[in-house]
């Protein structure tokens, strides 16, 4: 519970970042590229590797002891 605020924090951030950047760097992407298909390819690709990142997190300790 004490770090739910720097997880906020920490998540904001993330999500700003590459909310700002996406779109440039997508959009010079397909400028270069002079199709879509690379850009949603990338951004599947990130979506799919966030994911499986998401798998590797541990389960909280308060959650657990519901389980049994």
Do not use: N
Request: aromatic share 14%; net charge positive.
């Amino acid at each position: 519970k004490e770090m739910t605020g720097r997880v906020f924090v920490l998540m904001t951030i993330f999500y700003g970042v590459g909310g700002m950047s996406s779109p440039p760097l997508t959009g010079y992407l397909a400028d270069v590229t002079g199709t879509f298909r690379w850009p949603f390819g990338l951004g599947a690709l990130a979506s799919l590797l966030a994911a499986l990142l998401i798998g590797f997190l541990k389960t909280p300790m308060a959650f657990q002891k519901d389980k049994d």
